[in-house]
Protein backbone atom coordinates (compact mmCIF):
# COMPACT_ATOMS: atom_id res chain seq x y z
CA UNK A 1 0.00 0.00 0.00
CA UNK A 2 1.50 3.56 -1.15
CA UNK A 3 0.08 6.88 -0.48
CA UNK A 4 1.04 9.83 -2.63
CA UNK A 5 0.65 13.20 -1.05
CA UNK A 6 0.64 16.61 -3.42
CA UNK A 7 -0.53 20.10 -4.10
CA UNK A 8 0.67 21.87 -1.08
CA UNK A 9 2.21 25.15 -1.06
CA UNK A 10 2.18 28.77 -0.17
CA UNK A 11 -1.95 30.73 -0.25
CA UNK A 12 -3.26 34.07 0.93
CA UNK A 13 -6.20 33.66 3.37
CA UNK A 14 -9.53 33.11 1.83
CA UNK A 15 -7.85 31.34 -1.46
CA UNK A 16 -9.08 28.17 -2.42
CA UNK A 17 -6.36 25.05 -2.78
CA UNK A 18 -6.73 21.37 -3.46
CA UNK A 19 -4.43 19.05 -2.35
CA UNK A 20 -4.37 15.23 -4.07
CA UNK A 21 -3.74 11.54 -2.51
CA UNK A 22 -2.85 8.82 -5.08
CA UNK A 23 -2.86 5.80 -3.48
CA UNK A 24 -1.98 2.48 -4.83
CA UNK A 25 -2.26 -1.42 -3.20
CA UNK A 26 -5.62 -1.20 -1.93
CA UNK A 27 -9.82 -1.69 -3.68
CA UNK A 28 -10.99 1.39 -3.37
CA UNK A 29 -14.71 0.93 -3.52
CA UNK A 30 -13.93 -0.56 -0.44
CA UNK A 31 -11.12 1.53 1.30
CA UNK A 32 -11.49 4.55 3.70
CA UNK A 33 -8.98 7.53 3.03
CA UNK A 34 -8.65 10.40 5.24
CA UNK A 35 -6.42 13.83 5.69
CA UNK A 36 -4.39 14.33 8.88
CA UNK A 37 -2.56 17.55 9.30
CA UNK A 38 0.13 18.37 12.07
CA UNK A 39 0.98 22.37 13.23
CA UNK A 40 4.18 22.89 14.92
CA UNK A 41 3.99 22.16 18.45
CA UNK A 42 0.88 20.53 18.15
CA UNK A 43 -1.06 17.08 17.78
CA UNK A 44 -1.76 15.48 14.32
CA UNK A 45 -5.82 15.69 14.00
CA UNK A 46 -7.80 14.09 11.74
CA UNK A 47 -8.87 16.97 9.19
CA UNK A 48 -11.60 14.66 6.86
CA UNK A 49 -12.07 11.41 5.98
CA UNK A 50 -14.14 9.46 2.80
CA UNK A 51 -15.58 5.96 2.91
CA UNK A 52 -15.28 4.16 -0.66
CA UNK A 53 -18.52 5.23 -1.99
CA UNK A 54 -18.56 8.71 -0.77
CA UNK A 55 -19.65 8.66 2.79
CA UNK A 56 -17.48 11.50 4.13
CA UNK A 57 -16.44 12.46 7.91
CA UNK A 58 -15.45 16.19 8.56
CA UNK A 59 -14.15 17.78 12.00
CA UNK A 60 -16.69 19.75 14.03
CA UNK A 61 -13.95 22.51 14.14
CA UNK A 62 -13.54 22.41 10.45
CA UNK A 63 -16.83 21.90 8.42
CA UNK A 64 -16.92 25.18 7.16
CA UNK A 65 -13.62 24.88 5.22
CA UNK A 66 -12.66 21.76 4.67
CA UNK A 67 -14.20 19.07 1.78
CA UNK A 68 -13.00 16.02 0.78
CA UNK A 69 -13.88 14.14 -2.33
CA UNK A 70 -12.73 11.12 -4.16
CA UNK A 71 -11.96 9.76 -7.74
CA UNK A 72 -12.42 5.95 -7.82
CA UNK A 73 -11.27 5.58 -11.35
CA UNK A 74 -8.15 7.58 -10.46
CA UNK A 75 -7.29 5.93 -7.03
CA UNK A 76 -7.58 9.52 -6.05
CA UNK A 77 -8.63 11.33 -2.90
CA UNK A 78 -9.13 15.13 -2.90
CA UNK A 79 -9.20 17.65 0.16
CA UNK A 80 -10.58 21.14 -0.57
CA UNK A 81 -9.65 23.96 1.00
CA UNK A 82 -12.77 26.62 1.13
CA UNK A 83 -11.44 30.41 2.44
CA UNK A 84 -8.37 29.02 4.80
CA UNK A 85 -7.26 30.42 7.61
CA UNK A 86 -3.79 31.38 9.24
CA UNK A 87 -4.13 28.28 11.74
CA UNK A 88 -5.05 26.24 8.87
CA UNK A 89 -1.03 26.33 7.94
CA UNK A 90 0.78 22.74 8.74
CA UNK A 91 1.81 19.43 7.11
CA UNK A 92 -1.28 17.71 5.50
CA UNK A 93 -0.85 14.12 5.10
CA UNK A 94 -3.17 11.19 3.81
CA UNK A 95 -4.01 8.16 5.23
CA UNK A 96 -5.86 4.67 5.25
CA UNK A 97 -5.80 1.58 7.45
CA UNK A 98 -6.32 -0.66 4.06
CA UNK A 99 -8.92 -2.71 6.03
CA UNK A 100 -12.35 -2.93 4.21
CA UNK A 101 -15.17 -0.78 5.21
CA UNK A 102 -13.67 1.54 7.92
CA UNK A 103 -16.28 4.18 9.24
CA UNK A 104 -15.09 7.43 7.60
CA UNK A 105 -15.56 8.63 11.35
CA UNK A 106 -13.91 6.21 13.16
CA UNK A 107 -10.57 6.49 10.84
CA UNK A 108 -11.09 10.48 11.09
CA UNK A 109 -11.10 10.36 14.90
CA UNK A 110 -9.82 7.31 16.76
CA UNK A 111 -7.01 6.02 14.05
CA UNK A 112 -4.62 8.69 14.85
CA UNK A 113 -2.28 7.01 16.48
CA UNK A 114 -3.07 3.27 15.69
CA UNK A 115 -0.85 0.89 14.41
CA UNK A 116 -1.61 -0.90 11.03
CA UNK A 117 -2.15 2.11 9.12
CA UNK A 118 -0.46 3.16 6.24
CA UNK A 119 0.66 7.22 5.73
CA UNK A 120 1.64 9.18 2.71
CA UNK A 121 4.93 11.42 2.86
CA UNK A 122 3.09 14.74 3.64
CA UNK A 123 2.41 18.45 2.38
CA UNK A 124 3.29 21.53 3.82
CA UNK A 125 0.59 23.99 3.57
CA UNK A 126 1.20 27.96 4.48
CA UNK A 127 -1.27 30.36 4.46
CA UNK A 128 0.14 33.58 4.46
CA UNK A 129 -0.86 37.21 4.04
Known amino acids: VQLQASGGGMVQPGESLKLSCEIS????????VGWFRQAPGKQREGVSCIEGLGLTFVADSLRERFAITRDNSQNKVYLHFNKPKHEDTAVYYCMTDAAPLTYAATLCRDMTLSDGTYWGQGTQVTVSS
Open 25 to 32: GVNMVLTT
